[in-house]
């Protein structure tokens, strides 16, 4: 489907933290720099797909644009022959907006639109977008708990509700100037298990229901009014990390628990619900866990390979460390290169050795068994 089977996340979250400090990580990480420089690190380690983000705060402030950013990322991604997967809302928002006013989601597809129109003149495609990034992650942090902007609480089932409609609206934007563009719905799938007998029922519910909430909302599954279609949601991407497993209300299941459900059936199960293509979207582990869990995220996809269960790729995100949302003194080294700052400011990118190796070895994994089958079908043909 894409360029390439692996892909690569930039962390590209804007907006106000638990502390109402102003983040932008494209910003605090230099990416917006060194782009040039980011992408041909990418096309050396044979990584030929990318998401990125699109700043809605930054290119959209009050009705005028500067479509410079856009512009920036078009270019490099151009110059590398590099697919793009267009985010266009990763938590943060201008100025003034009300996310839950009905009448946010059309400032919202003025600038869909807007950013569409300055693709569709300065790149040749494939158009790939995510109107909004993890509606149900963000719904909980903004408008249940109050980590990011909107800083509200309880009010998590409304955000996710209005986060839906603009995800849709947006999307009906963007095809207004790009009629094949191709939607991509990105969301964490998790899996609790119940602390206790009494919590079975609530845990069966979070994961037969609620984590599928904003899918099923997009797609018209739930919630018709707002026009969702499997067209809107598109290709899937499921966002996993290696704390997205927890005993409901408590702690995080270890990676060696017994209760955990493998990757294979959690990925086979979105398969089964939903008819559009599904990738992993965002995956990712920390520190000297990196390598381990390259090799044991491509251990779970080519169990379903095999089966020919069709998963599309792995995003490793993000691809470069990263400061804490809340915390941004503290730096993550979550990706293949981390940062180290110079003398003169600049962060330098080094590549974290192990996980260049693991990535090597799963790129080579895959691309056999994707030969075979391809031998294969064409032998049966």
């Not at 866990?289 to 491509?298: E, K, L, N, V």
Request: hydrophobic fraction near 40%; proline fraction near 5%; glycine fraction near 8%.
């Amino acid at each position: 489907m894409f360029k390439s089977f692996f892909l690569a996340g930039f962390e590209c979250a804007t907006g106000y933290n638990r502390h109402r400090e102003w983040i932008d990580q494209i910003e605090a990480t230099q990416h917006d720099k060194y782009l040039a420089e980011d992408y041909e690190r990418l096309r050396q380690a044979g990584i030929h797909a990318v998401r990125e983000g699109i700043r809605w705060p930054l290119v959209e402030r009050g009705g005028s644009y500067n479509l410079a950013p856009v512009k920036e990322v078009v270019r490099h991604a151009r110059a590398q022959k590099m697919d793009i997967i267009f985010d266009l809302f990763h938590y943060g928002y201008p100025d003034g907006v009300d996310l839950f006013d009905e009448s946010t989601s059309e400032r919202f597809s003025d600038y869909c639109a807007t950013v569409a129109r300055t693709i569709l003149r300065n790149f040749g495609g494939p158009y790939y977008f995510t109107p909004v990034n993890e509606p149900s992650f963000f719904a909980w942090a903004g408008g249940e708990v109050g980590l990011f902007a909107p800083h509200e609480t309880g009010r998590g089932p409304e955000l996710k509700y209005a986060l839906a409609r603009m995800a849709i609206q947006g999307a009906e934007a963007i095809w207004s100037v790009i009629l094949d563009a191709e939607m991509v719905t990105v969301d964490p799938i998790c899996h609790v298990v119940p602390a206790s007998d009494a919590d079975e029922e609530a845990a069966q519910h979070f994961n037969e229901y609620a984590v599928f909430e904003s899918f099923d909302m997009i797609s018209g599954r739930i919630a018709p009014e707002l026009g969702g279609s499997d067209r809107h949601l598109g290709t899937i991407g499921i966002n996993y990390y290696w704390n997205n497993q927890w005993v409901l209300n408590g702690e995080t299941l270890a990676e060696d628990d017994p209760r955990r459900v493998p990757l294979r059936d959690i990925l086979r199960s979105v398969c089964e619900r939903y008819s559009g293509n599904v990738f992993i979207g965002e995956t990712a582990h920390d520190g000297d866990h990196r390598a381990d869990w390259i090799s044991s995220i491509t251990t779970e996809v080519m169990a379903l390979l095999e089966d020919d269960v069709p998963i599309h790729g792995i995003c490793l995100y993000p691809i470069i460390g990263m400061p804490e949302w809340h915390a941004r003194q503290d730096w993550t080294n979550m990706g293949l290169w981390d940062l180290h700052p110079t003398a003169d400011g600049t962060l330098e990118r080094h590549l974290h050795l192990p996980s260049f190796d693991a990535l090597a070895l799963a790129q080579s994994q895959i691309g056999s068994l994707l030969m075979t089958h391809r031998r294969a079908d064409a032998t049966v043909q």
